[in-house]
């Protein structure tokens, strides 16, 4: 069994190098990057998380599928799953009416986890709910 893992393994990186890789990872490869201005859609549910300072609170994270390139203003995120997405009390509560649903964003200036209060790959504060 193991020898035909590893058969298979060989195999599939046979076939990305040369080319011949599934559709679904030629498109993500191809897919430009995300980036500030752009719309996008993706599921938003509410993640609770802890703090280092023992404190819980909860974060509203878009969940894109497949995962994406993302470009912020100093690097590339070759594959980010969830986005963290900020912003005010009233887009706080238009998240919490529409968790577990999919919604469509403006996002702008999107940025990297800076503390401990980012649990997503990418961090977006500043967008508009298109849907």
Request: proline share 6%; charged share 15%; aromatic share 6%.
């Amino acid at each position: 069994m193991m020898r035909a893992l590893m058969h298979t393994l060989c195999w599939f990186g046979l076939a990305a190098a040369v080319g011949l890789a599934p559709a679904a990872a030629r498109a993500r490869a191809q897919a430009p990057c995300l980036a500030s201005g752009d719309v996008i859609s993706g599921k938003v549910a509410p993640v609770t998380a802890s703090h280092p300072n023992g404190s819980t609170f909860t974060a509203y994270i878009l969940t894109l599928s497949p995962p994406r390139c993302v470009t912020t203003a100093d690097q590339r995120i070759e594959a980010a799953a969830r986005l963290q997405l900020g912003g005010n009390a009233g887009q706080q509560a238009t998240l919490r009416r529409r968790a577990d649903a999919v919604v469509r964003v403006r996002i702008r200036d999107p940025f990297t986890p800076e503390t401990a209060w980012h649990i997503g790959d990418v961090i977006v504060v500043d967008y508009d709910i298109v849907n």
